[in-house]
C-alpha cells in the first residue's frame, strides 16, 4: 500500500501562481509565431531571441523542416567559444533557456526542448500537407491543434503540465494541480509506482534509460525505445543471466540485483511501468 504524504501546499501554490500567470500573460497575444508556440506549449520561456521573424519567410520551395531548422540553428546560435578553447553557454544567454515557471534550465538536460522540437516537427508537417505557411498564428487555434494532436496520440509529451496550464484557461483542461518538479519528485517516492504497486527494483535504470531517450531527442515512455536502452545499460554492468532459465531474449531478462536476488525484467511489465509513469497524476492532499 501506498504511504501518504502531506505535500508543501504553499511551494505548490506559488508553483501553480507563476505558471497560470505566465499562460495568461501570453494568452493576452493577438499572435504567436510558431517557435513561439512550440515553446511555450513546452514550458519554455519565449524571449525576444527567439519570437523573430525570418529574414527568408517559409513557402512551398522552403525546406519541409523549416521552422525545426529555424529553432536549431537559433538554440545552438545560444553556444559560443569560450576563452579555453571550449564551447559553452554564455551566463549572458541564460534568460533565453528558462522555463515558463521562472527555472533556469541552462544547467540541465531538459525534455522541454525535444518537446518544443516535437512540436514544431508537427507544425512543419502541417504546413507541407496543406500548404499554407503562416508566421503568426492565433494563440487559441494552435493550442487547439495541439491538443488535438495529443488526443489523437500523434504527439507525445515528456510533459503536458504546459499544455493543460493553457488549457484551464478555456475550462476544458485537467484540472489537476500543476507542481513543481522537487515535490513531484519527492511524491513519487512514496506512490505505487513500481510493477506490483512498490517501488521498481531497477527503478535507477529505467531513469537513466529514460534521461539517455530524451538526450537522443526520442520518447522516454515507449517501450521500443527504453527497454533495448535498458538492456545495453545493465550489459555495460555486466549484470544480465542468460544462463537462468527464465531468459528469453527481447522478452524476459534476468537482472543479478546487488542483494543477490535475481529479477526478472519482462517487456510487459515494464510497458504497464512507464505507462503508469506517463499517466501518473500527482494531486496534492490540501
Same mark, same amino acid.
Given at each position: 500500500?501506498?504511504?501518504?504524504?502531506?505535500?508543501?501546499?504553499?511551494?505548490?501554490?506559488?508553483?501553480?501562481?507563476?505558471? %497560470?500567470?505566465?499562460?495568461?500573460?501570453?494568452?493576452? *497575444?493577438?499572435?504567436? !509565431?510558431?517557435?513561439?508556440?512550440? +515553446?511555450? @506549449?513546452? &514550458?519554455?520561456?519565449?524571449?525576444?531571441?527567439?519570437?523573430?521573424?525570418?529574414?527568408?519567410?517559409?513557402?512551398?520551395?522552403?525546406?519541409?523542416?523549416?521552422?525545426?531548422?529555424?529553432?536549431?540553428?537559433?538554440?545552438?546560435?545560444?553556444?559560443?567559444?569560450?576563452?579555453?578553447?571550449?564551447?559553452?553557454?554564455?551566463?549572458?544567454?541564460?534568460?533565453?533557456?528558462?522555463?515558463?515557471?521562472?527555472?533556469?534550465?541552462?544547467?540541465?538536460?531538459?525534455?522541454?526542448?525535444?518537446?518544443?522540437?516535437?512540436?514544431?516537427?508537427?507544425?512543419?508537417?502541417?504546413?507541407?500537407?496543406?500548404?499554407?505557411?503562416?508566421?503568426?498564428?492565433?494563440?487559441?487555434?494552435?493550442?487547439?491543434?495541439?491538443? %488535438?494532436?495529443?488526443?489523437?496520440?500523434?504527439?507525445? *509529451?515528456?510533459?503536458? !503540465?504546459?499544455?493543460?496550464?493553457? +488549457?484551464? @484557461?478555456? &475550462?476544458?483542461?485537467?484540472?489537476?494541480?500543476?507542481?513543481?518538479?522537487?515535490?513531484?519528485?519527492?511524491?513519487?517516492?512514496?506512490?505505487?509506482?513500481?510493477?506490483?504497486?512498490?517501488?521498481?527494483?531497477?527503478?535507477?535504470?529505467?531513469?537513466?534509460?529514460?534521461?539517455?531517450?530524451?538526450?537522443?531527442?526520442?520518447?522516454?515512455?515507449?517501450?521500443?525505445?527504453?527497454?533495448?536502452?535498458?538492456?545495453?545499460?545493465?550489459?555495460?554492468?555486466?549484470?544480465?543471466?542468460?544462463?537462468?532459465?527464465?531468459?528469453?531474449?527481447?522478452?524476459?531478462?534476468?537482472?543479478?540485483?546487488?542483494?543477490?536476488?535475481?529479477?526478472?525484467?519482462?517487456?510487459?511489465?515494464?510497458?504497464?511501468?512507464?505507462?503508469?509513469?506517463?499517466?501518473?497524476?500527482?494531486?496534492?492532499?490540501?
Amino acid at each position: 500500500m501506498a504511504t501518504k504524504t502531506t505535500l508543501p501546499g504553499s511551494a505548490t501554490i506559488e508553483f501553480n501562481l507563476k505558471v %497560470e500567470n505566465g499562460a495568461k500573460h501570453f494568452y493576452s *497575444f493577438k499572435t504567436w !509565431t510558431p517557435i513561439m508556440g512550440a +515553446l511555450l @506549449l513546452s &514550458g519554455l520561456m519565449p524571449t525576444e531571441y527567439w519570437c523573430g521573424i525570418p529574414d527568408a519567410p517559409p513557402g512551398p520551395a522552403s525546406s519541409p523542416s523549416f521552422w525545426v531548422d529555424q529553432f536549431d540553428r537559433l538554440y545552438k546560435g545560444l553556444w559560443e567559444m569560450g576563452p579555453d578553447g571550449e564551447e559553452g553557454i554564455p551566463a549572458k544567454n541564460e534568460k533565453h533557456l528558462r522555463g515558463l515557471d521562472g527555472e533556469s534550465l541552462m544547467a540541465t538536460v531538459s525534455p522541454r526542448f525535444p518537446d518544443a522540437r516535437k512540436v514544431l516537427r508537427h507544425w512543419d508537417t502541417k504546413c507541407e500537407d496543406e500548404q499554407d505557411y503562416p508566421l503568426e498564428l492565433d494563440p487559441v487555434k494552435f493550442v487547439v491543434w495541439l491538443e %488535438e494532436l495529443c488526443w489523437n496520440e500523434e504527439i507525445r *509529451f515528456f510533459d503536458r !503540465t504546459w499544455v493543460d496550464a493553457f +488549457l484551464k @484557461l478555456h &475550462g476544458i483542461g485537467k484540472n489537476n494541480a500543476i507542481l513543481p518538479s522537487d515535490v513531484v519528485a519527492s511524491f513519487q517516492k512514496v506512490t505505487d509506482v513500481g510493477d506490483d504497486g512498490g517501488w521498481h527494483p531497477l527503478g535507477t535504470h529505467i531513469s537513466e534509460a529514460q534521461r539517455e531517450a530524451i538526450s537522443q531527442g526520442k520518447e522516454p515512455f515507449a517501450i521500443e525505445v527504453v527497454f533495448p536502452l535498458i538492456i545495453g545499460i545493465l550489459e555495460a554492468r555486466g549484470v544480465i543471466d542468460r544462463l537462468d532459465k527464465n531468459y528469453v531474449s527481447g522478452k524476459a531478462i534476468p537482472v543479478k540485483l546487488d542483494d543477490g536476488r535475481v529479477y526478472v525484467l519482462k517487456r510487459d511489465t515494464l510497458r504497464v511501468q512507464l505507462n503508469r509513469l506517463k499517466t501518473k497524476r500527482f494531486a496534492p492532499q490540501l
